[in-house]
């Protein structure tokens, strides 16, 4: 009888990620944890899983919501021995969003944070480009837009509204 070599190290922590993708921001469920740069770390200790995420802020209501959904998908995969870290530092940036995410936060008209700038004014949202039509001819509604974490625009040529996430 052949005997089966456990996974190598690597392989076992891609497959956990895999597993992971499939845990997805409760408030923008198009994003993966992965995609908004949630997911931290995934390691192996002593046979236990332990998965390492950072809330976008303090206080963020969704973190239990996607701790519970880590335990769930992990679960139906057959990892039973889990633990769910929270790490506070550093703190999580728009930065650490993926530009897969960017992509997918466009083609559900939300136009994505600024990526890393020394413009002051793209920071504070002053040329926010409508996910829509492309157009910098937009203008702040409101600072708050479907949740916290975003404001409402409109584009001033196809006079659509649209969300902006915010840059952190």
């Known amino acids: 009888m052949a005997s089966v070599e456990p996974p190598a190290h690597g392989d076992a922590i891609a497959a956990l990620r895999a597993v992971l993708d499939e845990v997805h921001d409760p408030e923008i469920p198009i994003l993966t944890i992965a995609d908004l740069g949630v997911l931290r770390d995934v390691r192996i200790e002593g046979g236990r899983v332990v998965v390492v995420i950072t809330p ?66 793209a920071l504070l949202g002053e040329h926010v480009m409508c996910p829509r039509c492309a157009s910098r001819q937009t203008e ?29």
Request: neutral net charge; glycine residues 6%; proline residues 5%.
């Open 140 to 168: 702040r509604v409101s600072e708050f837009g479907s949740t916290a974490c975003k404001a409402l625009y409109r584009c001033k040529s196809c006079l659509e509204p649209f969300d902006y996430f915010k840059c952190l």
């Open 56 to 121: 976008t802020y303090s206080g963020c209501p969704a973190m239990h919501a996607i701790e519970d959904d880590i335990r769930h998908v992990l679960g139906a995969a057959g990892y039973s021995d889990v633990n769910v870290e929270t790490q506070l530092a550093p703190a999580w940036g728009t930065d650490q969003m993926s530009t897969a995410a960017h992509a997918k936060l466009r083609s559900v008209g939300i136009a994505p944070p600024t990526t890393i700038t020394t413009d002051k004014r």
